[in-house]
Protein backbone atom coordinates (compact mmCIF):
# COMPACT_ATOMS: atom_id res chain seq x y z
CA UNK A 1 0.00 0.00 0.00
CA UNK A 2 1.65 3.18 -1.26
CA UNK A 3 -0.69 6.14 0.10
CA UNK A 4 -0.10 10.08 0.43
CA UNK A 5 -1.42 12.39 3.15
CA UNK A 6 -2.40 15.81 2.02
CA UNK A 7 -3.40 19.21 4.62
CA UNK A 8 -2.77 21.79 5.42
CA UNK A 9 -0.31 22.30 8.87
CA UNK A 10 -2.26 20.67 11.80
CA UNK A 11 -4.68 18.69 9.86
CA UNK A 12 -4.17 15.77 11.37
CA UNK A 13 -1.65 14.27 9.13
CA UNK A 14 1.02 13.16 11.48
CA UNK A 15 -1.77 11.39 13.91
CA UNK A 16 -3.29 9.88 11.12
CA UNK A 17 -0.51 8.73 8.81
CA UNK A 18 0.94 6.77 12.34
CA UNK A 19 -2.41 5.10 12.43
CA UNK A 20 -1.74 3.91 9.27
CA UNK A 21 1.58 2.59 9.82
CA UNK A 22 0.10 0.77 12.46
CA UNK A 23 -2.73 -0.73 10.68
CA UNK A 24 -0.57 -1.48 7.42
CA UNK A 25 2.81 -2.29 9.14
CA UNK A 26 4.35 -0.06 6.35
CA UNK A 27 6.82 2.81 7.28
CA UNK A 28 5.50 6.82 8.01
CA UNK A 29 7.41 8.84 5.70
CA UNK A 30 7.82 12.32 7.19
CA UNK A 31 9.93 14.51 4.60
CA UNK A 32 9.57 17.15 8.30
CA UNK A 33 10.46 14.88 10.72
CA UNK A 34 13.58 13.43 8.21
CA UNK A 35 14.48 17.00 7.77
CA UNK A 36 14.45 17.43 11.70
CA UNK A 37 16.83 14.63 12.47
CA UNK A 38 19.32 16.02 9.92
CA UNK A 39 19.00 19.16 11.59
CA UNK A 40 19.47 17.87 15.27
CA UNK A 41 22.22 15.59 13.67
CA UNK A 42 23.76 19.15 12.26
CA UNK A 43 23.88 17.35 8.73
CA UNK A 44 25.27 19.91 6.06
CA UNK A 45 21.36 19.02 4.64
CA UNK A 46 20.25 19.81 7.94
CA UNK A 47 21.99 22.95 8.46
CA UNK A 48 20.81 24.04 5.40
CA UNK A 49 17.24 23.39 6.14
CA UNK A 50 17.03 24.62 9.53
CA UNK A 51 17.04 27.85 8.83
CA UNK A 52 13.94 27.67 6.37
CA UNK A 53 12.44 25.48 8.42
CA UNK A 54 12.37 27.94 11.29
CA UNK A 55 10.80 30.37 9.43
CA UNK A 56 7.91 28.33 8.24
CA UNK A 57 9.36 28.55 4.49
CA UNK A 58 9.38 25.26 2.43
CA UNK A 59 13.19 23.66 1.39
CA UNK A 60 14.12 23.44 -2.20
CA UNK A 61 12.56 20.91 -4.26
CA UNK A 62 15.67 18.92 -5.23
CA UNK A 63 16.36 18.59 -1.22
CA UNK A 64 13.08 16.93 -0.58
CA UNK A 65 12.99 14.71 -4.02
CA UNK A 66 16.64 13.41 -2.91
CA UNK A 67 15.39 12.19 0.58
CA UNK A 68 12.50 10.74 -0.59
CA UNK A 69 14.09 8.99 -3.54
CA UNK A 70 16.62 7.01 -0.83
CA UNK A 71 13.96 6.36 1.63
CA UNK A 72 11.52 4.85 -0.93
CA UNK A 73 14.29 2.51 -1.69
CA UNK A 74 15.05 1.27 1.40
CA UNK A 75 14.34 -2.50 2.15
CA UNK A 76 11.66 -1.26 5.28
CA UNK A 77 9.63 0.60 2.22
CA UNK A 78 9.67 -2.24 -0.22
CA UNK A 79 5.98 -3.40 0.83
CA UNK A 80 4.88 0.18 1.05
CA UNK A 81 4.66 3.42 2.86
CA UNK A 82 2.83 6.83 3.71
CA UNK A 83 3.84 9.84 2.78
CA UNK A 84 3.26 12.03 5.37
CA UNK A 85 4.31 16.29 4.38
CA UNK A 86 5.81 15.27 0.73
CA UNK A 87 4.71 16.29 -1.76
CA UNK A 88 4.48 19.76 -0.75
CA UNK A 89 4.79 21.25 -4.77
CA UNK A 90 4.04 20.19 -7.76
CA UNK A 91 7.18 19.68 -8.87
CA UNK A 92 7.75 17.19 -5.94
CA UNK A 93 4.60 15.33 -6.77
CA UNK A 94 6.15 15.20 -10.72
CA UNK A 95 9.12 14.19 -9.45
CA UNK A 96 7.62 11.15 -7.33
CA UNK A 97 5.49 10.11 -10.15
CA UNK A 98 8.69 9.71 -12.13
CA UNK A 99 10.40 7.89 -9.45
CA UNK A 100 7.37 5.55 -8.91
CA UNK A 101 7.37 4.65 -12.79
CA UNK A 102 10.98 4.23 -13.20
CA UNK A 103 10.18 0.97 -10.22
CA UNK A 104 7.35 0.06 -11.90
CA UNK A 105 5.33 1.27 -8.91
CA UNK A 106 1.92 3.19 -8.50
CA UNK A 107 0.23 5.21 -5.99
CA UNK A 108 -2.53 3.56 -4.15
CA UNK A 109 -4.16 6.73 -2.75
CA UNK A 110 -4.12 10.22 -2.42
CA UNK A 111 -5.92 11.26 0.72
CA UNK A 112 -6.54 14.99 1.45
CA UNK A 113 -7.50 16.29 4.59
CA UNK A 114 -9.84 19.73 4.07
CA UNK A 115 -9.49 21.58 7.52
CA UNK A 116 -11.32 25.08 7.68
CA UNK A 117 -8.69 27.16 7.70
CA UNK A 118 -9.38 29.40 10.81
CA UNK A 119 -9.60 26.01 13.01
CA UNK A 120 -5.18 25.73 12.40
CA UNK A 121 -3.48 27.67 14.46
CA UNK A 122 -5.91 26.72 17.37
CA UNK A 123 -4.68 23.52 16.35
CA UNK A 124 -1.23 24.01 16.48
CA UNK A 125 -1.07 25.83 19.79
CA UNK A 126 -2.90 22.92 21.15
CA UNK A 127 -0.25 20.55 20.02
CA UNK A 128 2.80 23.06 21.75
CA UNK A 129 1.11 22.71 24.40
CA UNK A 130 0.50 19.38 24.49
CA UNK A 131 4.65 18.67 24.17
CA UNK A 132 4.96 21.48 26.63
CA UNK A 133 2.56 18.89 29.42
CA UNK A 134 4.48 16.11 28.08
CA UNK A 135 8.17 17.65 28.62
CA UNK A 136 9.37 17.31 25.27
CA UNK A 137 10.62 20.44 23.23
CA UNK A 138 8.27 22.24 20.91
CA UNK A 139 8.91 22.53 17.29
CA UNK A 140 10.33 25.56 16.53
CA UNK A 141 7.77 26.57 13.94
CA UNK A 142 5.25 25.83 15.64
CA UNK A 143 4.52 29.56 16.96
CA UNK A 144 2.13 32.27 15.24
CA UNK A 145 4.21 33.72 12.90
CA UNK A 146 5.84 30.68 11.29
CA UNK A 147 2.95 29.80 10.93
CA UNK A 148 1.72 32.19 9.12
CA UNK A 149 4.50 31.31 6.47
CA UNK A 150 3.48 27.91 6.54
CA UNK A 151 -0.34 28.51 5.91
CA UNK A 152 1.10 30.66 2.95
CA UNK A 153 3.54 28.15 1.40
CA UNK A 154 0.87 25.82 1.57
CA UNK A 155 -1.83 27.82 -0.09
CA UNK A 156 0.47 28.98 -2.90
CA UNK A 157 2.43 25.46 -3.41
CA UNK A 158 0.47 22.54 -2.18
CA UNK A 159 -3.06 23.55 -2.65
CA UNK A 160 -1.76 23.00 -6.39
CA UNK A 161 -0.86 19.46 -5.43
CA UNK A 162 -4.39 18.12 -4.52
CA UNK A 163 -5.55 19.68 -7.85
CA UNK A 164 -2.68 17.64 -9.92
CA UNK A 165 -4.35 14.49 -8.74
CA UNK A 166 -7.57 15.53 -8.66
CA UNK A 167 -7.04 16.21 -12.44
CA UNK A 168 -6.51 12.48 -13.05
CA UNK A 169 -8.99 11.41 -10.49
CA UNK A 170 -6.63 10.10 -7.91
CA UNK A 171 -7.09 12.67 -5.09
CA UNK A 172 -9.67 11.35 -2.23
CA UNK A 173 -10.80 14.19 -0.06
CA UNK A 174 -11.79 13.70 3.63
CA UNK A 175 -13.83 15.97 6.25
CA UNK A 176 -10.43 16.56 8.69
CA UNK A 177 -12.75 18.67 10.85
CA UNK A 178 -15.01 15.67 12.27
CA UNK A 179 -13.79 13.62 15.28
CA UNK A 180 -10.93 11.88 14.96
CA UNK A 181 -12.87 8.82 14.97
CA UNK A 182 -14.94 9.97 11.85
CA UNK A 183 -11.76 11.03 10.23
CA UNK A 184 -10.41 7.39 10.67
CA UNK A 185 -13.01 6.05 9.26
CA UNK A 186 -13.27 7.59 6.29
CA UNK A 187 -9.44 7.08 5.86
CA UNK A 188 -10.17 3.59 6.33
CA UNK A 189 -12.82 3.31 3.26
CA UNK A 190 -10.57 4.89 1.03
CA UNK A 191 -7.74 2.44 1.74
CA UNK A 192 -10.00 -0.27 1.59
CA UNK A 193 -11.26 0.43 -1.58
CA UNK A 194 -8.00 1.29 -2.84
CA UNK A 195 -6.77 -1.97 -1.21
CA UNK A 196 -9.38 -4.12 -3.36
CA UNK A 197 -8.56 -2.46 -6.30
CA UNK A 198 -4.85 -3.88 -6.34
P1 LIG B 1 6.16 19.25 8.59
O1 LIG B 1 6.75 18.49 9.73
O2 LIG B 1 5.62 18.35 7.52
O3 LIG B 1 5.15 20.28 9.03
O4 LIG B 1 7.37 20.06 7.91
C1 LIG B 1 8.09 21.03 8.63
C2 LIG B 1 8.92 21.89 7.68
O5 LIG B 1 9.86 21.05 6.97
C3 LIG B 1 8.15 22.61 6.59
O6 LIG B 1 7.58 23.83 7.03
C4 LIG B 1 9.26 22.82 5.56
O7 LIG B 1 10.15 23.84 5.97
C5 LIG B 1 10.02 21.52 5.64
N1 LIG B 1 9.47 20.49 4.73
C6 LIG B 1 8.93 19.29 5.09
N2 LIG B 1 8.54 18.60 4.02
C7 LIG B 1 8.82 19.37 2.94
C8 LIG B 1 8.63 19.22 1.55
N3 LIG B 1 8.06 18.12 1.03
N4 LIG B 1 9.04 20.23 0.73
C9 LIG B 1 9.62 21.33 1.23
N5 LIG B 1 9.82 21.55 2.54
C10 LIG B 1 9.42 20.59 3.40
Redesign the pocket.
Known sequence: MRLIVLGP?GAGKGTQSQRLMQKYGIPQL????M?RAAAAADTPVGRK?KA??DT????P?EV?VGIIADRISQADAAKGFIL??????VN?AKALDDMLAAKKLKLDGVIELKVDEGALLGRIEKRAKEMIAKGCAVRA?DNPEAFKT?LE?YREMTAPVAAYYAADGRLKTVDGMAPIEVVSAAIDRVTEAAGSAV
Open positions: PSTGDLALMGSLVDVDGFPRTQDRA
